[in-house]
């Protein structure tokens, strides 16, 4: 089975909400849709589903044209972030519920339901009501429903944004397995770059109704293709600050140096440095460690760690570093970078040079 888009796009009252797109999802794959809120998630999906005709292009289903087809009349399954599920009839008659309109027989019905339940880890609930459960159970619930008709394509447009963070963690671990059980393509749809690491998979990064990348997850992470991919694929964004390349030398912001040579053996120019937050240290963890002078903005505890909001001239970046660090606005504080965490953008902001430590993952 494939799933094929060729330069599909959709626009709404003169408004474009999807460029054009090609994209291929093969037979049993994850694949993650990574954007932020707008960034056109949702609209491709519907075009995926049938749910929207495309304005342009076309839509093929294991080589057979289905641009024009029902949604009816594809085998698709869709599941959104608000529980869907008749709260008046059992997890059972729930999950049985597409079946029941599909015509298919009793024990047919009840072979699937059960199997589909055992899936899902729920057995035990067939006979409570939506209401009777727990939010991660009753998104089981919608799951379940969704995939029991044998649907080829699933299509979760992000399901846990509306679980508190235990239950999506709980459901983040179970999802993979679902999908590897079931062998359907997947399309996820997600906010969160954590969300599309733990999945797997492939990944598609979406912004402003254009997908930027699509290939393996843990490859667009570690190799953007411009510097919106690299920030969309950051949680928090990715930090940037300018550099200039010459004499065999990358200067940063406030004169910092850092020698030109091996992945930034560039041409002689202007760059844009980025780095993600994660990668910015309270400590020289490394003998050539870059030192940026800040200024403390605000600093968010978490716990564990603690979210370093500083002012670098005129950027402001977003350090994530561990501990708890409770420091007053205004403060001035030294954060430390290993140059291979390091990657540079062109004046078009295409990959000039990956990070070090991507060419060595």
């Given at each position: 089975m494939t799933l094929e888009l060729k330069a599909v796009s959709r626009r709404v009252g003169g408004k474009t909400h999807i460029y054009p797109t090609s994209l291929t999802l093969q037979n049993g794959t994850m694949n993650v849709l990574l954007g932020p809120t707008l960034s056109g998630k949702t609209s491709l999906m519907r075009l995926m589903a049938g749910l929207d005709q495309p304005s342009s292009g076309r839509v093929f289903w294991n080589g057979e044209d289905v641009t024009g087809r029902r949604v009816q009349d594809r085998g698709v399954a869709m599941v959104y972030q608000q529980f869907i599920n008749y709260p008046g009839l059992t997890v059972y008659e729930n999950i049985a519920s597409p079946l029941r309109i599909l015509g298919r027989a009793k024990d047919e019905i009840d072979n699937k339901v059960r199997e589909t339940a055992e899936m899902l880890h729920l057995t035990p609930m067939l006979a409570r009501k939506p209401l009777e459960l727990s939010g991660g159970q009753q998104q089981r619930c919608a799951l379940a429903r969704a995939l029991v008709k044998g649907a080829g394509l699933v299509l979760l447009d992000e399901p846990l944004a509306n679980l508190d963070y235990k239950l999506r963690e709980e459901l983040r671990v179970e999802i993979p397995r679902i999908f590897e059980?079931?062998?359907?393509?997947?399309?996820?749809?997600?906010?969160?770059?954590?969300?599309a690491l733990l999945l797997g998979g492939n990944t598609a990064t979406m912004w402003?109704?254009?997908?930027?990348?699509?290939?393996?997850?843990?490859?667009?992470?570690?190799?953007?293709?411009?510097?919106?991919?690299a920030r969309v694929f950051s949680d928090p964004p990715m930090n940037f600050t300018p550099v200039r390349k010459g004499s065999a030398r990358l200067s940063f912001g406030e004169g910092v140096p850092a020698p030109a040579e091996g992945a930034f053996a560039v041409a002689d120019g202007d760059y844009l440095a980025g780095f993600r937050a994660n990668h910015l240290s309270m400590d020289r963890h490394?003998?050539?460690?870059?030192?940026f002078r800040c200024k403390v903005l605000v600093t968010e505890i978490t716990g564990a760690q603690s979210f370093i909001h500083v002012a670098h001239g005129e950027e402001s970046w977003i350090a994530l570093v561990e501990g708890v660090?409770?420091?007053?606005?205004?403060?001035?504080?030294?954060?430390?970078?290993?140059?291979?965490?390091?990657?540079l953008f062109d004046g078009d902001g295409r990959l000039a040079a990956r990070a070090a430590y991507a060419n060595a993952a």
């Open positions: 059980a079931s062998g359907a393509i997947f399309v996820y749809a997600t906010t969160e770059p954590e969300e402003e109704g254009r997908v930027t990348q699509f290939g393996p997850t843990p490859r667009v992470y570690r190799e953007p293709v411009d510097a919106i991919t490394v003998p050539d460690a870059l030192e660090h409770d420091m007053a606005r205004g403060q001035e504080i030294s954060l430390w970078l290993d140059p291979r965490h390091v990657y």
